[in-house]
């Protein structure tokens, strides 16, 4: 018999806590929502007229605490958007998450009412009958019968069995 007291336990590893629904919907990684961290405002048409993209010189993100554009200013770009104008991008696009989030917070619920519904629908249980302590006993009970039966079984029978 081999002694496991002399090995080094390990330390245990917990689950990690279960997250609340609401925060399982995607966040953005970036600081910056004028430029989302690349150094290149998102919606350049918002403040050029006529902007076209394929045209157009991309635009430099200018708002203040953000170094984004930093490597890219030596490149000859368009930099006449001022601070005020890209922190009002990155309000509106903040505000334009939010709300993006709210809709797709509203969709999933729904998705989930849905499901509810339909799988309450395909239910052998009729509706309204929920198990009780009583059931739970006989369905323990059955489960360890059948797992008995399935234990006293001769291996021979099971192997032939297995072959017809």
């Known amino acids: 018999m081999v002694d496991l007291s002399s090995i080094a ?4 590893l ?9 925060q399982q919907i995607y966040q953005p990684s970036w600081q910056c929502h004028c430029c ?6 998102i919606w350049p048409d918002k403040v050029i007229e006529g902007y076209q993209e394929m045209e157009d010189l991309p635009v430099l993100c200018n708002r203040p605490g953000c170094s984004a554009a930093s490597h890219l200013r030596q490149m000859g770009l368009d930099e006449r ?12 696009s903040v505000e334009d998450w939010k709300v993006t989030v ?3 917070w509203n969709k999933a619920k729904q998705i989930a ?14 509706q309204g009958c929920e198990r009780n302590d009583n059931d739970e006993r006989e369905i323990q009970i059955r489960k360890e019968n059948a797992q008995a039966w399935l234990d006293a079984r001769p291996v021979e029978n099971i192997s032939e069995n297995a072959q017809s």
């Open 9 to 12: 336990k390990l330390q245990r």
């Open 14 to 22: 917990r689950h990690p806590k279960v997250v609340q629904q609401e």
């Open 36 to 41: 989302r961290d690349s150094g290149l405002i």
């Open 81 to 92: 958007v001022d601070a005020q104008i890209c922190q009002l991008l990155h309000d509106f």
């Open 102 to 104: 709210k809709l797709q």
């Open 113 to 126: 009412e849905q499901i509810a519904i339909l799988s309450q629908k395909k239910s052998l249980r009729p």
